[in-house]
Structure formats: structure tokens, C-alpha cells
């Protein structure tokens, strides 16, 4: 048994795509191509030079001491934060658009909540000069201000989505709709692991990059070509996907996942899915989903842009079932603290999303010698606002 992707696109009872009909022959199309382009040697060959040269891999894999000290392990924090563009986005987004076209499509769409996925698309459209539409829920577009500001000056039309509680799952809604109306000459560069198969396969596999180099890392560093425990935060999957890739069939490697919590998971203001949801259909996929007993929608509540989503990628649902992968629910103020943390104890300001998984530290029971990599999904520079008006939650660290 493994916990990758069957060859009808499910993990487990987990995945799938369920897309309306207009979809159906660009979906199957996709399904059809992507593995064909991804392991031909000339997308690979493309692919490895732009990570390499433009977006700066491999991202170095750091022995934090201090936090290490702290939390009574071997703490390697693996550094998405220094990529191009401040998070893990553009591995995937780098992959997409070179399948894109190769295929032959005319036009970008996506979809953002923090802007991180946004801002890593605008970019190789600019790139690869291809036309490029962003959908962002409002309230987004608000609390995310600067990187609104990026995505314009890269040349991305961005189109503020006012329905629902006009952030993530409002913004997909809307482009999947545009999908729907340009199905031939568009591609939909989707930012997680989420949405109808192909797209979770296709974005882990962009983003396993990030494993192959922990693999490499660890042996020149520890001798030993795995962990004890991976650490990730999870919003959709994808930075998680990418970490636990080429370790998720190893039960020697112990998987912790962080979703938000919001204000509490009992509270209901929350965005922990694994937590609160239950089987349901969600952007194309049957996935957990937070609902309502007859299927409503609930939204999502976070702190954290990038993890304010009602549901989590096939991939994810189905490690948690299995208990393969502990999931653990962090609050906004737990994860605001752990930010504080990480800036005092190693000079690094992590993205607030990157943050979940920071606190998860302070919640297992490590052994001095076990070996814990945690990836730093993205850089806090989009974040320092949040922080600023938070500094009530980072105990000692916030007198100043
Ligand atoms: C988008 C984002 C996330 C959440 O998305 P995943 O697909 O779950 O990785 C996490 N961290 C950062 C920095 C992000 O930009």
C-alpha cells in the first residue's frame, strides 16, 4: 500500500476530480499530458536551470542551535523563506506555466489567498510574457497590501472577489468560473495541492523538490538520509507535499502537519479542516471540508491568509485518517508567539503561515538526539503589519 496518488487520482477514499461538464475534455486533457511533460528530460532540464538560477535552489537546509537548545533536538529548518519571491510558490508556479506552454495555452489565471501564489505567478508570467489574471478575496486584498502592489507592478490584472467572507475559497470559486468560461486557452495555475486530479499530484510532484534536497542535505549533514520527524504547516498541502514527498511511503519518518487553529477549533472561528470537517466535494475534489449538516460551506477563520481555507488537499486528508501524519491545530496567538521566537532566537522572520508549524515545536516530545526538519515555508516581510498589532501575543518578545 501506498499513501501517493492511485492511477485514478485518489489517495485513498480521498481525491478524485469532480468538475462541471464544460471542464470535463480540458481536465481529462491535463490528466492526459502532465505526466508525459513533467519526466521528459527537456521540461526537467528547463525546470532544474530556472530553479537553480532564477529562483536560487537548493535552499539550504540550517541547523537552528538556539531553537534546537529550546525544544531539546537536532532542529534543521528548511529555508522555502529564501526562495525567489519569499516562499515556496514558485517551484510550482515554475513547473505550471512551463506546462502551460507546452500545451499550448494563451492565458494565466489564479487564484490567491495571501498573495504569495499570486505574486509567484505574476512573476513567470512576466517571465514567460503571458497574460495573467489573479483572483483575490477582498478582505485579502486588504490585509495583503503589498502584495497586491507587487502583483500590479509585474503586470498581473488583479480581480478583488466580494463574495462569501471574500477571502480564499472565494477567490478559487471565482476562478474556477473563469476556467469555465475560457476552457481551451486558458491555463489555471492552481497554488496547493488542491482541486480536481491532476492538479494535487501535479503540485506535490513540482513542489518534491524540497524532499529530494532534505534527502541530499541530510546526509552531508547528519550522515543519514532521513529524519526522525517532518515538520510542516498546512493550508491546501503544498509546502508539505513538497517536504514529505520522497519519505511518505517511509514509516521511520514521523510526519507532523499544523493547521490553523483560528481562535480555537472548539470556538468554531477556525481553519483547522482535518480538525472540523468532514467528507465532502470542495473545488473539484472529495476532500474533508468544514460544512454545515447539510452541506453549507462554513467559513474558514485565520490569522493567516494562507492557511484561511475550509478545506486541505486529498493527500493530507487521507494521512490524517490513516494516522500516518499527526495533525496538530495552532492558534493565531500560539502562532504569532512561535513568529517572535524564531526572529529573537535565530534571526529569521517566518511567514505567519510558516509560524503554525514553528509552535507545533513546543507541543511533542522530542528526544535530544531525534532529528527534526521544519520547513520555513516563506519569509514574514508580507506579515510585519500583523505582527506589529499583535505584539500582546508574543509574551516577553513583544516589549519594545
Ligand atoms: C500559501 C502558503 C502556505 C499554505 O499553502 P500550502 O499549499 O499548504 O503550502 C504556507 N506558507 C506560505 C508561506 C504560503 O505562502
Known amino acids: 500500500m ?3 496518488v492511485d492511477e485514478k487520482g485518489f489517495y485513498g477514499e480521498f481525491g478524485g476530480a469532480y468538475v462541471p461538464e464544460i471542464l470535463y475534455a480540458t481536465v481529462e486533457n491535463l490528466k492526459k499530458e502532465y505526466l508525459k511533460v513533467i519526466e521528459s528530460e527537456e521540461f526537467q532540464k528547463e525546470y532544474m536551470a530556472l530553479l537553480r538560477d532564477y529562483v536560487g535552489r537548493p535552499s539550504p537546509l540550517y541547523l537552528a542551535k538556539r531553537m534546537s537548545e529550546k525544544y531539546g533536538c537536532q532542529l534543521y529548518l528548511k529555508r522555502e523563506d529564501l526562495n525567489h519571491t519569499g516562499a515556496h510558490k514558485i517551484n510550482n508556479t515554475i513547473g505550471q506555466i512551463l506546462l502551460a506552454k507546452k500545451m499550448g495555452k494563451k492565458r494565466i489565471i489564479a487564484e490567491t489567498g495571501a498573495g504569495q501564489h499570486g505574486v509567484a505567478t505574476a512573476t513567470v508570467c512576466a517571465l514567460m510574457d503571458m497574460p495573467c489574471v489573479v483572483y483575490q478575496g477582498a478582505l485579502d486584498v486588504e ?9 500590479k507592478m509585474l503586470g498581473a490584472e488583479i480581480r478583488p472577489v466580494t463574495s462569501g467572507n471574500c477571502t480564499l475559497k472565494d477567490a478559487t470559486n471565482e476562478a474556477i468560473r473563469d476556467w469555465c468560461c475560457h476552457p481551451s486557452d486558458t491555463f489555471y495555475i492552481i497554488g496547493s495541492t488542491v482541486g480536481p486530479h491532476p492538479y494535487p499530484d501535479m503540485v506535490a510532484r513540482l513542489q518534491s523538490i524540497i524532499s529530494k534536497e532534505i534527502k541530499e542535505q541530510l546526509v552531508e ?3 543519514r538520509d532521513y529524519p526522525d520527524y517532518l515538520m510542516a504547516c ?3 498541502g503544498s509546502n508539505a507535499a513538497g ?12 510526519i507532523v502537519l499544523a493547521e490553523a487553529g483560528g481562535l480555537g477549533v472548539e470556538t468554531g472561528h477556525t481553519a483547522a479542516t482535518i480538525h472540523a470537517g468532514s467528507l465532502g466535494i470542495l473545488h ?5 471540508v468544514m460544512q454545515t449538516a447539510d452541506g453549507q460551506i462554513i467559513e474558514a477563520e485565520s490569522i493567516s491568509a494562507g492557511l484561511d481555507y475550509p478545506g486541505i488537499g486529498p493527500m493530507h486528508a487521507n494521512l490524517a485518517t490513516q494516522h500516518r501524519a499527526t495533525v496538530l491545530s495552532i492558534n493565531d496567538d500560539e502562532a504569532v508567539k512561535a513568529a517572535y ?9 517566518p511567514a505567519l503561515e510558516s509560524a503554525h508549524a514553528l509552535a507545533a515545536l513546543g507541543k511533542m516530545n522530542f528526544r535530544k538526539e531525534d532529528v527534526v526538519v521544519l520547513t520555513v515555508s516563506g519569509r514574514g516581510d508580507k506579515d510585519v503589519e500583523t505582527y506589529l498589532s499583535h505584539k500582546e501575543m508574543a509574551g516577553e518578545y513583544g516589549n519594545f
Open 143 to 151: 490585509r495583503q497590501h503589498t502584495n497586491v502592489e507587487r502583483m
Open 243 to 254: 517536504t514529505i514527498y520522497h519519505y511518505i511511503d517511509d514509516e521511520r519518518v514521523k
Open 221 to 223: 549533514k547528519t550522515g
Open 284 to 288: 473539484g475534489a472529495r476532500t474533508l
Open 234 to 236: 498546512v493550508g491546501g
Open 2 to 4: 501506498s499513501y501517493q
Open 341 to 349: 521566537e524564531l526572529t529573537r532566537l535565530e534571526g529569521i522572520i
